[in-house]
């Protein structure tokens, strides 16, 4: 079985910083874009960062400065730095990875990971 399995988060005060990962596991033929997404309580998930197979990189107007989107492709491995970390970013963070696996459909498909706490106190 595919799975993305997220690590790293956890209780941090504002201002500190935390370091997201994760790992793809499974028969996989390629990966595409990777990114991850912030789910707060009663809201909808929303992007965070994604990056492409060639480097290039995007993020939420509210993280851009404090948030760093990496991977590692010989790992399948994307990583999430986030620094100066505010209370509003408390939230459960979701892996995403675009993917051609076993068994999956030839043109690839969205993958999730079951997504890490991160909280934030002020």
């Known amino acids: 079985q595919v799975q993305l399995v997220e690590s790293g988060g956890g209780l941090v005060q504002a201002g500190g910083s935390l370091r997201l990962s994760c790992a793809a596991s499974?028969?996989?033929?390629?990966?595409?874009?990777m990114g991850w997404y912030s789910q707060a309580p009663g809201k909808q998930r929303e992007l965070v960062a994604v990056?492409?197979?060639?480097?290039?990189?995007n993020s939420a107007d509210s993280v851009k400065g404090r948030v760093t989107i990496s991977r590692d492709n010989a790992k399948n491995t994307v990583y999430l730095q986030m620094n100066n970390l505010k209370p509003e970013d408390t939230a459960v963070y979701y892996c995403?990875?675009?993917?051609?696996?076993?068994?999956?459909?030839?043109?690839?498909?969205?993958?999730w990971g079951k997504g890490t706490q991160v909280t934030v106190s002020s």
């Open positions: 995403n990875a675009n993917m051609k696996v076993l068994g999956g459909p030839r043109y690839g498909m969205d993958y």
């Open positions: 499974g028969i996989i033929f390629s990966i595409n874009i």
């Open positions: 990056i492409t197979n060639s480097g290039s990189t």
